[in-house]
């Protein structure tokens, strides 16, 4: 009999059609359910894909096992399979699904027999579940098969049927959100008759248990449990169905669970029944831990368990909540109130109903505040139900490790140097102060260690006090029976202010600690709101995590390519060059979920991966592990991970602001050139339209009107279209000097030249320009001959020259200057005209700059930039600078082995002018 | 021709200030150059000319600052002179007060058409009894039109909007001047009932209404009255256009 759960598509529950949004191009999960092995799951499931590949779905097997048996490896055939990959653990070699060549080949469906099995340390995933997580995240629909004792939420209840505990468990969400569950049942004779026939594989080692396991009692419960869990799914999708059609009916009101739970291994078992009840009432559930300001420090242990019940709870689906205080119940009642909590789930006290009535029971507490809330208590049964028994070994080590003895000694032998000192000088003090004064040492142990040495002083100082000052003295006798009294008020007001000294430390140490946490997360945030620069603030995000976590840290952001590298670490960090370590940090990158140590995910890393999340978006990743590769688990606490979870948020904000102001300076550049391309238009329009139009002008008044004017008006037209005609030549030949510089096509056709001869042609050339002014020329008594092109040079001391004319008062002096410096000659033009603003001096030698105020003296704009372009082919330097008198323009020239009078000679260098004179 | 008359060319182009200076002083016209907005309000204040052209692109100040400062106290005729991509610049000196515009480059002959109906036209009266435009003749006191002597009828909005294009004939007319005179202030966005209007006065008094001789669109600007026959406002520049 098989008994389906198809959801069939579409049902328009809000929330699966939310789900769907949220989740498109995830795969469909289909889970084939089963009550114990050997009920057909494989068998079912490999049918199932035999009909969906006659269907034309590609379909690929990931994971089967078929134990051997005949019929389903009969069905294994046909159907293409990817091999598994072979790993290495401990000198052993295990089969595992090739996750990595699934994802690659990408198939449309994909069988994974047995969802709960767990992987071997060193694939990617701890559980195999997760790798199907991996699979529907790509997109790839999953036909798996589960066992109902592996469901978590069952887990104890299994247990406590079969008295066999599972440890391999699958969450239910993965039941919750699978897209068909199809539960495959066989009466449990059938399933006892196949075993007989040898039809059901069992583990040769494990033959015995197992056969303990399949008895028809046990058969008929899991069977049970396993209906009643698809009906209960089942149910809950008709009431979705029913609500999404607005179909009235009993809806539960607006409930919400609440579990209380402490470090007590027991705490798992009410956390899971907390799980069924909230699943029931399809209720939001929350788990809380009240933290008392004065718990143990130093109990790793016990902190250790809170937060893996902590993380047993979230990863059934609950909000974890963590208060402080020192009134456990009084807390948990007002986080019940604010949450409008219906329903509190708390576990019966395991320890001694005296302990109770000295401290006060939370339970009892609890229920007298819970006030219209229901409280349900669940008894605990210590010992049965122990994750993995880890907790019980724990306990035991607990047991057997000798807590350090020398506080103890060091109590006792402060009270033995009072009561030697005291007894010099009892008789000056009477015996009242005496028994104040043997308060010292309690309060001092209480305050250096903790209570157990400041009782013990209290013991000896009692014992001290009676052996030594109460008579009769040398005894332990009391013969006044009133010291009886005295004795038991110095031993409650010991103890007393012991605990309350112990107390105050714990306090003040739990104080510090956070203010430590605090302290760096404020340092980080205050150093990154200061620097803008990505490397300063990656490197202030590894130090500080690395300084607050006292690990090493890496931190790695994707770099111009979008490849993910390391950007800054604490100290070394060859560990994370690994291609292996590395490739942890993609996973988490991508995924945006940590991995690595400390998690489920890939936990065979050598650090604990964290991502750096904005809403959305994942910027990068932090990699931190505790020092030197070695360190306990215990590393990767609740309380570590909670900061770095704060850090990485800073940090993330941090990368994410500095991201941002690149985007906006790209943004800023990007209209800069804009700006420059529409200038550039502009003075091309100009500088091309102004002749043509005086051209024209000329042009059409002599064809129009050619009898009115005289011949001199006509020689003046004529003049005019010339000039015009010059002028757009001057700039034509402008752009396609700077064309040819721009593409690399200028030729230098270098001799040995005389800087002085370039000056003068320039200023013959110039003589128009320079009408009406002074040019003074100021140089050394010989300047050195340089290699270049005399042309060029030329054309860019005019460029420069014609630069000044055209920026200073017509009629104004300018300056020539040629100074010599070693290995270089300087050749500087200054005018008298206006400077430009010092953050402009660069960009003057752009294309089509216009100094501020300047925007309507013509010119090509590329006057300038062709100078540049000339001296910088010369391996020379060209810039800018505000003087005094008004603006220099300067460049230098190399000068190199200067050719002695003889070479110059015989080279014919004086040629150079000759040359020059007939270019 | 209109010889005597004063013209100020404010242009900062050398050029282009000597150019129109020989051609415009063979034309028997006289001529003040300005280099700048500042020296042309000067000329403008000084030698109280007949006639002013000016350049768009000045260097100390917009040519349209230039414009509103002279009609601050002066009718005096203003031709404008832009290049193409001073559309704005240049709608906004017509609507404050410019009587035309030449674009750069520009025919010689187009210049001293423009020149002689803005002359012409300072030189009228402010109101015709009638206006005759080629074939057609509006009697403003009679409000009657007559095409060839075939009176037309026309809407009052339509007899409107033909008063107001004839009697700046010659002269180009803004859209926004345009619906200011005939629908208000209040509908100087309105582009489109005047289109609407236009094409139908065309269709009574053009010839061929697909090419319009009469009233000719000057693209992005406005409409301008021409005059096919009547010589004043003719277009007779070869090769510019």
Redesign the interface.
């Known amino acids: 009999m098989i008994m389906e759960d198809r959801r069939q598509p579409p049902e328009r529950d809000p929330d699966a059609i939310l789900a769907d949004l949220n989740e498109t191009g995830r795969g469909k999960l289909t889970i084939f359910l089963g009550a114990s092995a050997g009920v057909g799951k494989t068998y079912t499931m490999l049918e199932t894909a035999h009909e969906r590949l006659r269907q034309g779905v590609d379909v690929v097997i990931g994971w089967v096992e078929t134990h051997g048996r005949p019929e389903t490896e009969a069905l294994v055939q046909g159907l293409p399979a990817i091999p598994p990959k072979h790993l290495t653990y401990k000198g052993r070699t295990f089969r595992e699904m090739d996750l990595e060549a699934i994802l690659a080949r990408r198939p449309e469906l994909v069988l994974v027999d047995e969802l709960a099995h767990t992987n071997v340390p060193g694939s990617r995933h701890a559980k195999r579940y997760l790798d199907v997580e991996e699979l529907l995240a790509a997109g790839i629909d999953v036909y798996t098969t589960l066992n109902i004792q592996h469901v978590e939420s069952l887990n104890d209840v299994v247990a406590k049927i079969t008295g066999v505990s599972v440890r391999e468990t699958v969450p239910d969400r993965l039941l919750e959100t699978a897209h068909q569950v199809q539960l495959i049942d066989i009466p449990p004779e059938e399933l006892l008759q196949r075993l007989r026939e040898g039809k059901v594989y069992l583990p040769e080692v494990a033959e015995r248990a197992a056969r303990q396991f399949f008895r028809p009692g046990n058969l008929h419960a899991l069977r049970e449990l396993a209906l009643r869990y698809t009906a209960q799914k089942v149910d809950s999708q008709v009431e979705a169905y029913m609500r999404s059609h607005a179909i009235d009916g009993p809806w539960p009101a607006g409930e919400r669970v609440m579990v209380c739970i402490s470090p007590s291994p027991f705490s798992a078992q009410l956390i899971r029944v907390a799980r069924r009840m909230a699943a029931g009432m399809k209720a939001p559930w929350l788990a809380v831990y009240v933290e008392r300001p004065d718990a143990s420090w130093e109990d790793e242990e016990a902190r250790e368990r809170v937060s893996r019940h902590l993380r047993l709870a979230e990863e059934l689906g609950a909000e974890t909540v963590v208060l402080t205080g020192d009134r456990v119940a009084e807390e948990l009642i007002r986080l019940a109130k604010r949450r409008n909590v219906t329903q509190i789930v708390i576990g019966k006290p395991l320890h001694s109903p005296l302990r109770d009535w000295i401290r006060g029971s939370v339970v009892d507490r609890v229920i007298r505040g819970s006030d219209g809330i229901r409280v349900h208590v669940i008894p605990g049964r210590p010992g049965q139900l122990q994750e993995g028994g880890e907790p019980r070994k724990g306990r035991a080590k607990r047991r057997a490790l000798p807590r350090s003895q020398a506080p103890y000694w060091a109590a006792v032998g402060i009270v033995a140097a009072l009561t030697a000192l005291l007894e010099a000088v009892a008789p000056l003090l009477g015996q009242v102060n005496v028994a104040f004064l043997y308060l010292f040492p309690v309060l001092f142990s209480a305050v250096r260690w903790s209570v157990g040495p400041s009782v013990a002083a209290a013991v000896a100082g009692l014992l001290a006090f009676d052996f030594f000052f109460v008579p009769p003295a040398y005894s332990f006798t009391i013969t006044d029976l009133r010291y009886g009294l005295t004795f038991a008020v110095f031993l409650a007001v010991a103890v007393l202010t012991g605990r309350l000294a112990d107390r105050l430390r714990k306090q003040v140490e739990a104080a510090r600690r956070r203010e430590t946490q605090t302290a760096a997360l404020y340092a980080l945030s205050r150093q990154m709101a200061a620097v803008i620069d990505l490397d300063e603030i990656a490197h202030s995000i590894a130090t500080q995590v690395a300084e607050s976590v006292e690990g090493e840290v890496a931190l790695f952001l994707p770099d111009d390519t979008g490849k993910l590298a390391v950007k800054a670490a604490s100290g070394d960090f060859s560990w994370v060059a690994d291609s292996g370590e590395s490739a942890v940090a993609e996973w988490v990158y991508h995924y945006g979920e940590p991995a690595g140590r400390g998690t489920q995910t890939l936990q065979e890393a050598r650090a604990l991966y964290w991502p750096l999340r904005l809403e959305r978006q994942t910027l990068g990743v932090l990699a931190v592990r505790p020092k030197g590769d070695s360190g306990e688990s215990s590393f990767f606490s609740r309380d570590r991970r909670e900061l770095l979870n704060a850090f990485a948020g800073l940090s993330a904000a941090a990368v994410a602001r500095v991201r941002l102001e690149e985007q906006a300076k790209v943004a800023r550049l990007a209209a800069e050139s804009e700006r420059l391309r529409t200038a550039l238009l502009?003075s091309i329009?100009?500088e091309l339209?102004?002749?043509?139009?005086?051209?024209?002008?000329?042009v059409?008044?002599l064809?129009?009107?050619d009898q009115?004017?005289?011949p001199k008006?006509r020689r003046?037209?004529l003049i005019?279209i010339y000039?015009?005609a010059r002028?757009m030549n001057r700039l034509v030949t402008d752009l396609l000097d700077m064309a040819r510089i721009e593409s690399g096509m200028m030729r230098l056709n270098k001799k040995w030249c005389d800087l002085e001869d370039v000056i003068g042609v320039a200023l013959a050339r110039l003589e128009e320009v320079l009408e009406g002014r002074e040019v003074r020329l100021d140089r050394p008594s010989e300047i050195p001959l340089v290699w270049a092109d005399d042309v060029l040079l030329e054309q860019a001391l005019a460029n420069l020259l014609s630069n000044a004319a055209k920026f200073s008062p017509a009629g104004s002096p300018i300056c020539i200057t040629v100074i010599l410096h070693t290995g270089a000659v300087e050749v500087s033009v200054v005018n008298r005209g206006p400077g430009i603003p010092p953050a402009d001096l660069e960009r003057v030698f752009e294309k089509f700059y216009r100094a501020p105020g300047a925007?309507?003296?013509?010119g090509t704009g590329l006057g300038l930039a062709i100078a540049k372009g000339i001296i910088e082919a010369h391996g020379g330097r060209i810039w800018a600078e505000n003087v005094p008198e008004g603006m220099r323009f300067a460049f230098t020239l190399p000068v190199d082995e200067p050719p002695s009078k003889e070479t110059r000679e015989k080279e014919g260098v004086t040629g150079c002018r000759v040359e020059r004179g007939s270019s | 021709m209109s010889g005597g008359a004063r013209i100020v060319v404010i242009d900062d182009e050398a050029q282009i200030r000597k150019f129109l200076r020989v051609s415009l002083r063979a034309h028997g016209y006289e001529t003040i150059e300005a280099a700048d907005g500042r020296e042309g309000l000067r000329e403008v204040t000084v030698a109280r000319p007949d006639l002013v052209i000016l350049d768009l692109g000045l260097p100390d100040m917009s040519g349209t600052d230039v414009l509103r400062a002279i009609r601050e106290w002066s009718e005096v005729p203003v031709i404008i002179l832009s290049v193409r991509e001073q559309e704005e610049e240049k709608i906004r000196a017509l609507d404050a007060g410019a009587d035309d515009y030449v674009t750069k480059p520009f025919g010689m002959g187009e210049l001293l058409a423009r020149i002689r109906v803005a002359l012409r036209h300072a030189a009228k009266g402010p109101e015709e009894p009638v206006i005759t435009v080629g074939p057609l003749t509006i009697d403003v006191g009679q409000r009657r039109v007559t095409l060839e002597g075939r009176p037309v009828k026309l809407t009052p909005t339509e007899y409107e909007l033909l008063k107001t294009l004839a009697s700046h004939r010659g002269k180009v007319m803004t859209h926004r001047q345009l619906l200011r005179a005939v629908w208000g202030p209040a509908y100087e966005q309105d582009i489109h009932s005047l289109r609407v209007y236009i094409a139908q006065l065309r269709r009574k008094i053009e010839r061929d209404p697909a090419r319009p001789a009469l009233i000719v669109t000057e693209p992005g600007v406005g409409y301008r009255m021409m005059a096919p026959w009547d010589g004043g406002g003719g277009r007779a520049d070869p090769g510019t256009r």
Do not use: C, K, W, Y
């Not at chain 1, 339209?689 to 000329?698: D, E, H, K, Q, V």
């Open positions: 502009d329009t100009h339209r102004t002749p043509l139009a005086s051209m024209i002008g000329s059409t008044s064809l129009e009107g009115i004017f005289t008006d003046e037209l005019t000039q015009s002028r925007e309507q003296v013509s």
